[in-house]
Nanobody, 116 residues
């Protein structure tokens, strides 16, 4: 059984920071390209950052320089360090293998709210 459990979200002011975690089980985590996705109200879920099994990373332009994706293969955990947060970062954040295939194994996500 695949389980992806996100945590670490919360409510912060613009310019603040959060560190998200994703605990994975039931997948070959160390061999998987992993990604962080987010879904803002009224919008589709989008990939914002990815990381290969060996640590090569990629980001969409809107989060470059502000977000850092990382992983601990021994702990089967994915991380997203977010800084200089903006109101437009408000969304539910999910972790998942990248690219997803079929319906995927989406968890509940963790809510990030950035407001003044």
């Amino acid at each position: 059984q695949v389980q992806l459990v996100e945590s670490g979200g919360g409510s912060v002011q613009p310019g603040g920071s959060l560190r998200l975690s994703c605990a994975a089980s039931g997948i070959d985590f160390s061999l998987s390209v992993m990604g962080w996705y987010r879904q803002a109200p009224g919008k589709q879920r989008e990939l914002i950052a990815s990381i290969t099994s060996h640590g090569t990373t990629g980001y969409i332009d809107s989060v470059k320089g502000r977000f850092t994706i990382s992983r601990d293969n021994a702990k089967k955990t994915l991380y997203l360090q977010m800084s200089s947060l903006k109101p437009e970062d408000t969304a539910i954040y999910y972790c998942h293998p990248n690219p997803p295939r079929g319906p995927g194994y989406w968890g509940q996500g963790t809510q990030v709210t950035v407001s003044s």
